[in-house]
């Protein structure tokens, strides 16, 4: 089987800027003979908000995007998270957000790269600093950087540190999650928004040590608010039902994407990823 996916975290109703993701994403899939997949990412329940999956479904099943199969959810598949885990070269490390940035290498490691102040401690190191703060658990990398081909990007090479797979409140990491599951549900297309860019290459890196192959990606770009940053719902009316329904979103979001059709089925003849926009798209609210 191959597959793409749509991933959204409930956090809260979708914004117009999920919408236009998923809807690409479906198209993608969808244009390629592939089955597309929903999988609810909830694994941080502190961002979960109550109602805000069967929302999201709601709302995509209303804009017409259709989903093969049930609906995965990460927090019923830790068990895969701890097998891959134990296939996987880790360290401990205790270090703080502010440990890290105030660390004497950081200013000599790329912006948003791990120092590797904890990766060689000695056992006696460890066992003093476990009585401090429990523990995440980092991906011991042998590389600095990893290259991934990207639809609409073209080749994009970046930095691999030695990134969190497991947080101190034991809590699975999103880079490992996403890649476990991508690689149990047969995705090899993943189609988001550019944001994620920067972190494909730590997945697809992840994805060779655990033995598979990197899916085909896709970043598509943002939707904007009326100040030029990433749309939030501090913005106004983003959702689909503040904005009217899908009467009024569907064609706003074929218009940003230079599609033709009322419906997404429609949308699909004709639909060419080299012809979309490369530039973030600012919503008019």
């Known amino acids: 089987m191959t597959a793409g996916r749509y991933a959204p975290s409930p956090s809260g109703d979708l914004h117009v800027g999920n919408l236009r993701t998923a809807l690409l994403a479906w198209l993608f899939a969808r244009s390629t003979g592939r089955e597309f997949l929903l999988r609810v990412e909830d694994l941080d329940t502190g961002r979960t908000a109550d109602g805000a999956e069967a929302r999201q479904l709601a709302d ?10 049930a609906v995965v959810r990460q927090s019923d598949r830790t068990a895969s998270y701890a097998a891959a885990l134990e296939r996987l070269d880790v360290y401990e490390c205790y270090c703080t957000r502010r440990e890290i940035l105030s660390a004497p290498s950081a200013p000599h490691t790329p912006d948003g790269a791990y120092p590797g102040t904890c990766r060689d401690l000695t056992e006696p ?3 003093a600093r476990r009585s401090e703060r429990p523990a995440a658990l980092r991906l011991r990398s042998t590389v600095r950087s990893f290259t991934v081909h990207d639809e609409l990007h073209g080749e994009y090479t970046g930095m691999v540190d030695d990134f969190v797979l497991r947080r101190g409140d034991g809590t699975y990491a999103y880079n490992l999650a996403v890649v476990v599951d ?3 549900q047969g995705i090899d297309q993943v189609v988001r928004g550019d944001d994620l860019l920067s972190s494909a290459p730590r997945q697809a890196y992840l994805t060779e040590l655990l033995g598979g192959v990197a899916p085909r990606y896709a970043h598509v770009p943002m939707v904007l608010g009326p100040t030029g940053v990433r749309l939030a719902k501090r913005d106004g009316a983003v959702t689909l039902a503040e904005r009217g329904g899908p009467s009024t979103v569907l064609p706003e979001l074929a218009s940003s994407l230079g599609l033709a ?3 997404p089925v429609e ?4 639909f060419d990823p080299q012809s979309l926009p490369r530039e973030p798209w600012t919503l008019p609210l």
Not at 60 to 67: F, N, P, Q, R, V
């Open 261 to 263: 059709g009322s419906t």
């Open 182 to 184: 991508d690689a149990a």
């Open 125 to 127: 190191e460890r066992a």
């Open 267 to 270: 949308m699909l003849d004709g």
């Open 60 to 69: 995509l099943a209303a804009l017409g995007l259709d989903w093969d199969g």
